[in-house]
Structure formats: structure tokens, C-alpha cells
Nanobody, 128 residues
């Protein structure tokens, strides 16, 4: 399995960026895929995830209303549209996949240890 992330960069506060994660080699029927981020000196936190079947989603409270996750199953690609970016969104963003049935409901709490595959990080820098 390979996850290829792209789309990071530098943007001013209030601006937008879009991240992409192209997945290859996933042969299981069910999985969740999405994004963690890690800022300097902080723990890795789950940002947003989407299931490959049904389209259920998860958003961290800190990004609700600003970020939108979507997928294109034909291209095996997941997108994260990030709007109204804030300096506190500055981090390395990692694409990750959790193979199996993942219940992305209100009670979901993403844990990095539960994710089976990771892409390389892409840096997002939001200047004030």
C-alpha cells in the first residue's frame, strides 16, 4: 500500500489550500482514510477522515466548518479542502489509512496507533 500526499504550502491567514492523498494497493473492501497533523512540540492529532464506503466522515472540532474532506473512488484519491486557515493550522499533515470497518461517528476518536499505512508528510504553513 502506498499513500502519496501532495498540496501543502505557504498561505496567509484566511486563505485556502487543498491537500490530496492518492492511495494505491488497498485491496480490502472497507477502510477509512484521511489526515493527521503534527505541529512542532505537539502530539499528532486526527484532522479529518472519510470511509471508502458510504462516505461517513469525521472532523476534529478545531476544523469543523472550515475543512471539507472528499473522495474520488475512481481515482483512489482523497482530498482535504482547507478554508479560512489559521496560524494554528500550521503543521505537517500526514495521510493515513485504517484498514477495516471504521465507525466514523460522533464518538470516533482517531488514534495514530490504529492506522495501518502512512504517507509522507506535507507541510502546511499559515502566516499571520
Amino acid at each position: 500500500v502506498q499513500l502519496q500526499a501532495s498540496g501543502g504550502g505557504l498561505v496567509q491567514a484566511g486563505g485556502s489550500l487543498s491537500l490530496s492523498c492518492a492511495a494505491s494497493g488497498i485491496v480490502r473492501d472497507y477502510y477509512a482514510i484521511g489526515w493527521f497533523r503534527q505541529a512542532p512540540g505537539k502530539e499528532r492529532e486526527g484532522v479529518s477522515f472519510i470511509s471508502n464506503v458510504g462516505g461517513s466522515t469525521y472532523y476534529a472540532d478545531s476544523v469543523k466548518g472550515r475543512f471539507t474532506i472528499s473522495r474520488d473512488n475512481a481515482k483512489n484519491t482523497v482530498y482535504l479542502q482547507m478554508n479560512s486557515l489559521k496560524p494554528e493550522d500550521t503543521a505537517i499533515y500526514y495521510c493515513a489509512a485504517d484498514i477495516g470497518i471504521v465507525a466514523l461517528g460522533p464518538a470516533y476518536r482517531p488514534r495514530p496507533s490504529e492506522y495501518d499505512f502512512w504517507g509522507q508528510g506535507t507541510l502546511v504553513t499559515v502566516s499571520s
